[in-house]
């Protein structure tokens, strides 16, 4: 079974803050994710990836940066964070070839910036 | 720009029903549609990928539809049990996207009652 593993299940952190939120996907995928999620909005994506050290924007990239210099991890960095930031962090990762498209998701970080 | 909706937001039945969610979307030129299940606190789920050029797909009791031409899949539960209870999402990809570009809609919250 593919897993895609979240280094965190709840954090707290205060504002301002440099914050690293760290995934790890253990089936090669070349295509991996950050999506925020709040009630209201749905799942808004953050950054992806699809392939090592590429990245790019997705709607929300204000306010963070992400790194991908290994092929299985993937992580979002919040420079510096603030209250606004409060939500449900979710990685996902897929192949780019044969399936195209079908994600895996992580289990979620939920965090929290006071 | 693609738009997709998901109606209604809840939904709340008695075991043993037979169910059907619907998912909308407003550009027919997709490359896929997917549906997921999320537990409450938790990621998402995969349940089922429908190619553009698919009509269903069928995973036990699941039964996913498409018809592009409408705009309109449904994902259809059969002999709905208390475990089914959860939030069901669906997602497109358009053609000419990344999967960068999945696009989701914000879900419906199903409740089987025993």
């Known amino acids: 079974d593919v897993k895609v593993t979240q280094s965190s299940r709840y954090l707290v952190k205060r504002t301002g803050e440099k914050v690293f939120l760290e995934c790890v996907q253990d089936?090669?995928?070349?295509?991996m994710f950050w999506y925020r999620q709040d009630p209201g909005l749905g799942l808004r994506l953050i950054y992806f990836?699809?392939?090592?050290?590429?990245?790019e924007k997705g709607d929300i990239p204000e306010g963070y940066s992400v790194s991908r210099e290994k092929k299985e991890r993937f992580s979002l960095i919040l420079e510096s964070a603030s209250t606004n930031q409060t939500s449900m962090y979710l990685c996902?990762?897929?192949?780019?070839?044969?399936?195209?498209?079908?994600?895996?998701f992580g289990s979620g970080t939920q965090l929290s910036v006071l | 720009k693609q738009e997709v909706t998901q109606i209604p937001a809840a939904l709340s039945v008695p075991e043993g029903e037979n169910l059907v969610l619907n998912c909308s979307f407003t550009?027919?030129?997709?490359?896929?549609l997917q549906w997921f299940r999320q537990d409450p606190g938790k990621g998402l789920t995969s349940l089922l990928l429908?190619?553009?050029?698919?009509r269903e797909q069928t995973s036990g009791r699941l039964n996913a539809s498409l018809d592009k031409s409408s705009g309109r899949s449904t994902l259809y539960i059969a002999a709905s049990q208390p475990g089914d209870s959860a939030t069901y999402l669906c997602?497109?990809?358009?053609?000419?996207?990344?999967?960068?570009?999945?696009?989701f809609g914000k879900g419906t919250k199903l409740s089987v009652k025993p």
């Open positions: 996902a990762s897929s192949f780019s070839g044969q399936g195209v498209g079908k994600l895996f």
């Open positions: 089936m090669d995928h070349e295509n």
């Open positions: 990836s699809y392939d090592v050290k590429m990245k």
């Open positions: 550009d027919s030129a997709i490359y896929n």
């Open positions: 429908i190619q553009s050029s698919q």
């Open positions: 997602a497109v990809i358009n053609y000419g996207g990344s999967q960068g570009n999945l696009i």
